[in-house]
């Protein structure tokens, strides 16, 4: 995967050290950058990317990016920096839901997620969006599915007993149960490959906006700190609670437009395999562990609810920027390069 080009400040200078061998530099200056507790750290674009590529570093990496610069103090200093920023992001976006008993910690996520009124993006994909849309829709999302469970996976180490097994039990499935033609990162691979896009990784790092990068970040940040393991936990429940319905829809959406059994699968796999993921992610994962430590249930609240707080500015973005007739990525030009 190769760097994208940068954003702004924070990226043009991050960029620059990491072309080069590891070595010390100092973290931006407050001046031009803002202040990182503040509303605006650089510009929201810039700073998204550059804490992806941040948190990139310890996943699949760059090219022509020295792997020891995953540990090193200068970039953890900047990360930092961004991640203070990013949780102002999301505190000043997310209203943090009052903490629940925590044996009530399944019936409030429940009746979190039912709260939720967001639009519809799957809605709209299923009966009007065009194959276009759909492809953008994809593009977008493969800056996550790519590398589907990865993030949620830093979670395991931190748990122990009924917690952790329910955990492994979903990540299993996310990773094929053993089939890598099964692991749900190939299955939407193969959705890209039907609609004629680059199934590389990261390939369309190039191509998203600053929102497409903050859903794959707030799992990073909740999975790199083990004090935000509630958090983390919550997240995923979020997830596995709102997919199977949106999934199918998505499924119907790829027929309509003429998708076949294989570019389908991954969504219809999703249907299948949700209804199942919510009850154990729900109960057995963020049931037993709110029991084990009950001054976490607000985290797994907060997690979930951080969730569906950016899937719904997610949706809002494509749907508004498809209501004016305009393209969801980043920049209004940027051409989506096919295979
Ligand atoms: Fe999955
Ligand atoms: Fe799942």
Redesign the pocket.
């Given at each position: 995967m190769q760097l994208p080009v940068p954003r702004g400040p924070l990226t043009d200078r991050l960029f620059a050290e990491l072309a080069r061998p590891p070595h010390a530099f100092g973290p931006p200056p407050a001046g031009p950058y803002g202040d990182p507790c503040g509303d605006r750290y650089g510009d929201e674009e810039d700073a998204q990317l550059a804490l992806f590529v941040c948190y990139e570093l310890h996943y699949q990496g760059f090219d022509g990016v020295d792997d020891r610069w995953e540990w090193n103090p200068s970039v953890l200093a900047l990360r930092e920096r961004l991640e203070t920023w990013f949780e102002g992001w999301l505190a000043r976006r997310v209203s943090r839901p009052p903490a629940p008993p925590p044996r009530e910690v399944p019936r409030a996520l429940a009746a979190l997620v039912a709260s939720d009124d967001g639009p519809s993006l799957s809605a709209y994909l299923r009966g009007r969006g065009d194959a276009a849309q759909f492809r953008e829709f994809v593009v977008h999302r493969s800056i996550y599915q790519l590398k589907?469970?990865d993030p949620h996976t830093w979670g395991i180490p931190r748990l122990l007993g009924r917690p952790k097994a329910a955990l492994v039990e979903i990540q299993s499935d996310?990773y094929g149960g053993g089939r890598p033609e099964r692991m749900?990162a190939e299955l939407f691979r193969a959705t890209m490959r039907g609609l004629g896009l680059d199934d590389s990784y990261g390939a369309y790092l190039g191509s998203v906006p600053g929102v497409t990068f903050a859903i794959s970040n707030v799992m990073s940040l909740f999975g790199l700190h083990r004090r935000h393991r509630g958090a983390l936990l919550g997240h995923l429940a979020a997830f596995e609670m709102t997919s199977s319905l949106p999934n199918r829809r998505y499924s119907q959406g790829l027929r309509r437009l003429g998708g076949d059994a294989g570019a389908r699968r991954y969504y219809d796999e999703?249907v299948q395999?949700d209804a199942v993921h919510e009850q154990i992610a729900a109960h057995d994962m963020c049931g037993a562990f709110a029991a084990e430590h009950p001054g976490l249930a607000g985290d797994i609240l907060y997690g979930a609810a951080c969730a569906l707080t950016l899937d719904r500015l997610f949706a809002e973005h494509l749907l508004g920027r498809w209501r004016e007739g305009r393209t969801s990525l980043w920049r209004a030009d940027a051409q989506v390069s096919m295979r």
């Open positions: 589907e469970a996310e749900h999703h395999a």
